[in-house]
C-alpha cells in the first residue's frame, strides 16, 4: 500500500439535514441524488471518486496539484453548476409547498486540502483513501466559519502557491483566515472565501 502525494477535494451540500429533516421524503429523493450527480458532472479537472456520502462527494487526485487557476475555476463551476441546478429544481417542483425550502436550505461548501501520503486501497469499484491527511480533510467540514456556502483551503495546500496567486484568481470575496483545533491532529490552519457573490458573477 504505497502512499503518494495526492488532492482531495470535498464538495458537501450544506443544509442537508435540516433540508431531509423538514421536505417531505418524495421530494429530498429527488432533490439531492440530482445535486450530487450535478457536482459528478461538473467535474473538470479528471478528478476519482472515492466516496458518495449522503450529501457529499469524496474527489481525489494523485500527484502534482493542478495549477491554481485551474483549480479555483474547477470550484467556481462547481457552485455555479451546482446554484443553477437549484434553480431548475426549484421551479420543476413549485406546485410542492415544501419546494420553497430548496433555495433556502440548501447550498454548497468545498473542502481542498493536498496530503503528501495518502494511500488508496480498492474495495469493490471505488478506490478507499487512507492516511492522516484524509482524517483532516474530514475534519475541515466541521469548522468556525460562520457562513454556509464557501471554499476552504487548508493550509497544506495554500502554501504551495504565492498569496498573490489567491488574491489575483479569488478576486470576487476576501480570503480569511482562521483555524481549529483537533484532538491528536493539533491546529489546523486554513483560508477560506465566500463563495455567494458567485451567484452574481454573470
Known amino acids: ?119 488508496m486501497v480498492p474495495i469493490g469499484n471505488r478506490i478507499k483513501l487512507m492516511g492522516e491527511d484524509v482524517i483532516t480533510a474530514h475534519r475541515l467540514l466541521k469548522n468556525n466559519i460562520k457562513i454556509d456556502e464557501y471554499i476552504l483551503i487548508s493550509e497544506q495546500l495554500f502554501e504551495h502557491f504565492p498569496e498573490e496567486a489567491f488574491k489575483k484568481y479569488c478576486d470576487w470575496a476576501p480570503l480569511e483566515k482562521q483555524s481549529i483545533e483537533v484532538e491528536h491532529l493539533g491546529t489546523l490552519n486554513y483560508r477560506y472565501i465566500d463563495l455567494n457573490p458567485l451567484k452574481n458573477i454573470k
Open 1 to 119: 500500500m504505497k502512499a503518494t502525494p495526492t488532492l482531495i477535494c470535498i464538495p458537501d451540500i450544506s443544509g442537508f439535514t435540516q433540508f431531509m429533516r423538514e421536505a417531505n421524503f418524495e421530494l429530498t429523493s429527488q432533490v439531492i441524488p440530482a445535486l450530487l450527480n450535478e457536482i459528478i458532472y461538473a467535474n473538470t479537472l479528471d478528478l476519482k471518486v472515492s466516496e458518495i456520502e449522503g450529501d457529499a462527494v469524496l474527489f481525489f487526485r494523485k500527484g502534482e496539484l493542478p495549477d491554481l487557476a485551474s483549480l479555483i475555476e474547477q470550484c467556481k463551476i462547481f457552485y455555479t453548476d451546482f446554484y443553477k441546478r437549484i434553480l431548475k429544481l426549484h421551479k420543476k417542483h413549485q406546485s410542492e409547498e415544501d419546494a420553497i425550502t430548496i433555495p433556502e436550505i440548501l447550498g454548497l461548501k468545498i473542502i481542498l486540502h493536498y496530503g503528501e501520503e495518502i494511500a
